[in-house]
Each structure stands twice: as structure tokens, then as C-alpha cells.
């Protein structure tokens, strides 16, 4: 029997997964405990998946904040254990940009139920929003023309 070549062309559309809209780690990477412990955990997970090394993004850190951050306070803020020392909003924003572990900026947001999505995709959602509320006023006004027309 021939064996028939396999096509290395064509892609499989089964295989396609769509692109993560959202911005943030999901619960079980970082949730339990305390707000403390949540923190710290998301600290350690966006420092554990960063390329740069922690004394890099301390030295980052330090030349945006204009004060001394280092590789030790990094590992504090990222320690389950070292209670006392918590990350300010600030450096947790300087963070982000030195890590670019922009998964950390969804933390927050989604403990009250919202989302952080690029900006990109904000025209979309509000484009989606207002389709949304054209159908709803369309049925509204059906509805309403319907009860007219009966009423006649």
C-alpha cells in the first residue's frame, strides 16, 4: 500500500485558539488566602515568567521611581512569608513596565468583576455595546408598535 504525503500547507483550523483578550492570571494561579498573599503570588508568577533578571528590572524600577529598588525588595514583595513588606502602587507600576507583565494590571480590576483588555479592543466592545442597545430598542419599539396596531 502507498502511503499518501501529508500536506504541511494547510493549516488546522481545529488547532486555532483565539487570542487572549483579557489581561490577567487566571484565579487559581494566584488566588487564596489574603489580599497580601494574592499580591505576593502574582509578584512572584509575573517575576518567575519574565526573561530579564530580577537585578535588571530592579535597575529599571529604580531609574523610573527616582529611588533605590533591589533584586532583595523584589523578592520581599514576591515572599509569602515576609508579611511586612508590600509592594507600593508606584513601584508596582514601575513593575509592570520593567517586567512587561502586563497580566499584573488585571489583578485587581477582576476582584470587583471587571476586565482589562489593550486598548485596541475598546472600540470593538463599544461597538458591540451599542449594537446591543440598537436590538433592545428595536424590540422595544415592535412591541410597542404591535400594541398600537392592536389597540386601533
Given amino acids: ?11 488546522d483550523l481545529l488547532a486555532w485558539e ?14 487564596g488566602g489574603s489580599l497580601d498573599a494574592t499580591i505576593a503570588r502574582a509578584i512572584a508568577l509575573a517575576l ?3 526573561e530579564r533578571k530580577r537585578e535588571q528590572i530592579a535597575e529599571d524600577m529604580s531609574a523610573e521611581l527616582g529611588r533605590r529598588v533591589t533584586k532583595d ?5 514576591a515572599s509569602l512569608a515576609r508579611t511586612s513588606n508590600r509592594i507600593p502602587l508606584d513601584a508596582f507600576a514601575a513593575l509592570v513596565r520593567a517586567s512587561g507583565q502586563h497580566e499584573l494590571l488585571g489583578l485587581i ?13 475598546a472600540e470593538i466592545i463599544e461597538l458591540h455595546l451599542i ?3 440598537k436590538a433592545e430598542l428595536e424590540r422595544r419599539a415592535a412591541a410597542l ?6 389597540g386601533r
Fill in 1 to 11: 500500500m502507498v502511503r499518501q504525503k501529508r500536506d504541511n500547507q494547510t493549516l
Fill in 18 to 31: 483565539p487570542p487572549q483578550v483579557r489581561v490577567g492570571y487566571e484565579a487559581h494561579e494566584t488566588r
Fill in 48 to 50: 518567575n515568567r519574565c
Fill in 73 to 77: 525588595m523584589l523578592d520581599a514583595w
Fill in 109 to 121: 480590576p477582576e476582584m470587583f468583576g471587571f476586565a482589562v483588555v489593550p486598548a485596541r479592543y
Fill in 131 to 133: 449594537e446591543d442597545k
Fill in 145 to 150: 408598535a404591535a400594541r398600537v396596531k392592536g
